[in-house]
């Protein structure tokens, strides 16, 4: 089913060109130079910031419009896909099916059928920075569809035994672009990756905000 985002939200979407706060503190948690996936993209935000960095990225949305000024840039790969419609896109016989990203990023938007195959694009070490809204944004605005809404602890129950989590957050997000119920993690895989004895991973530094 596709997300119940209106015509109107999501020209709110578009006008926002700051990177989420969120995904800009564990920007840094990814490999320098290493290719990012930004998924459901929008007008190409974090596509844009993760450019800056020196990162290649590939961004992929249903509507190209928006992202047609990125497709310009020489380490930017624009895809327009419907990520809802069946057809395969990370998995077996996907457009980007065996490519393997230092980051992924998706930021207002869910489609759970992707999770695995978003953990799975993820190359060893590769950083997973997720973020959108969960059950109670009903009370503020679109999407209201129990089904586009992360319920509690999904993301840390999404994760757990294959990504070693660094930070996760889940309220209500009031001073922001647009308001709502908030669900976010930052998760690394490496989990395989101990020199440890007990098998713990690695510690990644604590960014602060």
Request: charged fraction near 25%; hydrophobic fraction near 40%.
């Amino acid at each position: 089913m596709r997300n119940d985002v209106s015509k109107d939200l999501r020209q709110r979407h578009l006008r926002i060109t700051d990177p989420s706060p969120w995904v800009a503190r564990f920007a840094p948690l990814v490999r320098p130079g290493g290719p990012v996936l930004d998924l459901a993209a929008g007008g190409g935000r974090h596509a844009r910031y993760f450019l800056g960095r020196g990162h290649p990225v590939t961004a992929v949305d249903r509507d190209g419009e928006p992202l047609a000024s990125l497709a310009e840039e020489a380490d930017a790969t624009v895809m327009t896909a419907d990520l809802e419609d069946g057809t395969p896109f990370l998995g077996a016989g996907g457009a980007v099916s065996g490519r393997r990203f230092a980051g992924v990023v998706v930021v207002n938007y869910l489609h759970r059928v992707l999770f695995a195959e978003l953990i799975e694009a993820l190359e060893p070490g590769g950083v997973f920075i997720y973020e959108t809204f969960a059950r109670g944004n009903e009370e503020f605005a679109r999407p209201r569809n129990p089904d586009h809404l992360l319920k509690s602890g999904e993301l840390l129950d999404t994760v757990s035994g294959q990504l070693q989590v660094v930070a996760y957050e889940h309220g209500r997000v009031e001073q922001t672009d647009i308001p709502g119920v908030k669900q976010r993690i930052c998760a690394v895989n490496d989990l395989g990756a101990s020199t440890r004895e007990d098998g713990e991973p690695p510690a990644h530094p604590l960014i602060p905000l």
